[in-house]
């Protein structure tokens, strides 16, 4: 019997394009600095106004420099060695951070509609000439936001739902322009909380995707693309492989997938000659490079005793066709 882990893990969380955590850390520090400057400015426009639009994508905002704010401290514990009973260390704070954004989103995004009814029904006087010249503004704001964090390493789940935002408020800010347009020609005020439902559509689409990602990685599920049947079947049809069972794959953290499975090998076959070619397999064709490998020869005890073992919950057995 031969078991081995592999914990290569250069290639399964590392940056892209020779982008830096250092860099990741400035180019969202200075999204962060922007955000925050515009929104203390549009808080104040929007209740001068009375537009619940430019509020509502004042809150929307409010989230987004929260997600950075938790993404950069979730990079400097990420970075942290693993110790004591943390054996991964604290590579899921960034998970945490993502899911926490989620549900906020979604807890704003059920406020804003109350607001946004509510004005429907009774519509206040709305400024529009202010609403426009703020949304406006806020559309460069968001150009430039989603500029840096653009080119921040988007294979973490927090920064890619960063970025999702900032392309959120960007939509956002001119879907209330448009309301701030459609108020100075027409005096039409419920175009403001119309405008509002939109933001509201937009941040439940985008909170909806942080909880359902992040929350997939808490169950262990294997990540999107990477579908365990598949990857058993294919290691199954390796040379000498007999049986592959008790395959999982799931998700560290975000870009850091990982495998584990018992490999039965053909007796009187070289159990680490397959391990590796397995482990290459792992690697090169599904970019999992944090595997956990055990290797038995396959004789007729184990493949009697194993096969009830690999009924429900561990998973099917995958044999050579």
């Keep these: 019997m031969t078991g081995a882990h592999d914990h290569d893990g250069g290639g399964?969380?590392?940056h892209t394009h020779g982008v830096s955590a250092d860099s990741d850390k400035r180019l969202l520090t200075a999204a962060?600095?922007?955000?925050?400057?515009?929104?203390?400015?549009?808080?104040?426009?929007?209740?001068l106004a009375r537009s619940i639009a430019l509020i509502s994508d004042a809150a929307h905002m409010l989230t987004d420099a929260a997600s950075i704010a938790l993404a950069l401290v979730a990079m400097r514990l990420a970075a942290r060695p693993p110790?004591?009973?943390?054996?991964?260390?604290?590579?899921?704070?960034?998970?945490?951070s993502a899911q926490a954004n989620g549900i906020t989103l979604l807890v704003l995004s059920a406020w804003l509609t109350y607001e946004a009814v509510r004005r429907l029904i009774h519509p206040p006087e709305v400024t529009g000439g202010m609403v426009l010249g703020t949304a406006l503004a806020g559309v460069v704001i968001n150009l430039g936001a989603s500029w840096l964090i653009g080119r921040a390493n988007r294979d973490s789940l927090n920064v890619e739902g960063v970025f999702q935002h900032i392309v959120t408020d960007l939509y956002a800010f001119i879907a209330t322009a448009v309301a701030g347009l459609v108020v100075i020609l027409t005096g039409f005020g419920r175009a403001d909380a119309i405008a509002s439902l939109i933001v509201v559509a937009l941040m439940v689409k985008a909170g909806a995707g942080l909880v359902r990602d992040s929350g997939r990685i808490f169950l262990e599920a294997a990540p999107a693309g990477l579908s365990p049947e598949r990857i058993g079947q294919?290691?199954?049809?390796?040379?000498?492989?007999?049986?592959?069972?008790d395959l999982h794959i799931w998700q560290i953290t975000s870009g850091m997938p990982a495998a584990s499975a018992h490999v039965l090998v053909a007796l009187g076959e070289d159990c680490?000659?397959?391990?590796?070619?397995?482990?290459?397999?792992?690697?090169?064709?599904?970019?999992?490079?944090?595997?956990?490998?055990q290797v038995d020869h396959a004789s007729e005890q184990l493949l009697t005793i194993e096969r009830r073992h690999c009924d429900d919950p561990h998973g099917p057995a995958h044999r050579r066709n």
């Design 32 to 47: 962060l600095a922007l955000i925050l400057a515009f929104m203390a400015g549009e808080i104040v426009v929007g209740v």
């Design 234 to 245: 294919a290691l199954a049809r390796r040379p000498h492989v007999v049986e592959v069972h």
């Design 272 to 293: 680490h000659a397959v391990r590796h070619d397995l482990e290459h397999v792992l690697e090169q064709d599904y970019q999992i490079h944090h595997t956990t490998l």
């Design 83 to 96: 110790r004591g009973g943390y054996t991964y260390g604290l590579t899921r704070a960034e998970i945490l």
């Design 12 to 14: 399964g969380h590392g």
